[in-house]
């Protein structure tokens, strides 16, 4: 069973205090939105939609040896969830890795259930649908050929949008794509992001995701980005990802970085 902290704190496994049994609800973060209505027309038009914030419920039972050392344990704990302020909320998983999500603590309940135990309920309000690994997946590909097709894993278990993109020189026009192809449909979604401008030997253009920013050597280039497929400038999906490189000059590398994500 996985061990948890919050804000530094342990509070099941790992030497935590007082708690003796632990269950979590291990529910999906729901989606937000739903389905359009086009007037006069039967049903709905299917659409993507995006996971919301995520409310994760645990339940913690505590049984000291006395009264008084239970005390001890119940006001570490309210110390602990009684405040609610964001916090990082850590998951150590069995093969020790950690995967991380800054979350809210709130709705803590607390029931003595006999002279020396007690049950305890807690919600964690997670702003971000998703865990993440502590550690960066980094893939680096030299551009030999053009265009350049290779396979980039995404190892977790839900998409990710938050990618640092690296090209480096020399490159023209570059232009990174991830070959997607609907499973329904069998028609092609893919999304792409591309630099309008060459690069020579050694100069980078760096594009991240999340901040919807583009530095060609350090200097704002976001009027030379361009993209298509989604609202992020790419979407990596869950296991292997069929990518494509286009430059009509070879020679230089493009570099794809992401904090692996989880539900």
Not at 128 to 152: C, E, G, H, W
Not at 169 to 192: E, F, H, Q, R
Request: charged share 20%; aromatic share 10%.
């Amino acid at each position: 069973m996985s061990k948890w902290r919050f804000a530094g704190t342990p509070f099941f496994g790992n030497g935590a205090p007082a708690v003796t049994q632990f269950t979590d609800a291990d529910e999906l973060p729901p989606f937000r939105g739903e389905n359009p209505v086009i007037p006069l027309r039967e049903g709905r038009l299917d659409v993507d939609l995006v996971r919301d914030q995520w409310k994760i419920s645990m339940g913690l039972f505590s049984q000291a040896v006395s009264a008084s050392a239970l005390e001890t344990a119940h006001d570490a704990l309210r110390k602990l969830f009684g405040n609610p302020k964001r916090g990082l909320l850590e998951r150590i998983m069995e093969d020790s890795s950690i995967r991380t999500a800054w979350a809210k603590p709130m709705n803590l309940q607390v029931k003595r259930s006999g002279p020396l135990a007690m049950k305890l309920t807690v919600d964690f309000l997670l702003d971000k649908p998703f865990f993440r690994s502590t550690v960066a997946t980094s893939d680096t590909q030299t551009i030999d050929s053009n265009p350049k097709t290779y396979t980039l894993t995404n190892p977790g278990s839900a998409e990710d949008r938050s990618a640092v993109i690296t090209f480096t020189g020399p490159l023209s026009y570059p232009k990174l794509t991830n070959l997607i192809t609907d499973a329904v449909t069998g028609l092609t979604a893919d999304v792409w992001v591309g630099y309008t401008g060459a690069l020579t030997a050694g100069q980078t253009v760096v594009i991240d995701v999340v901040a919807g920013t583009c530095l060609f050597n350090g200097a704002n280039a976001l009027n030379k980005l361009i993209h298509s497929g989604d609202t992020y400038f790419m979407v990596l999906k869950s296991g292997a990802n069929s990518m494509k490189i286009d430059s009509s000059v070879t020679g230089g590398t493009v570099k794809v970085e992401f904090y692996v994500p989880y539900f």
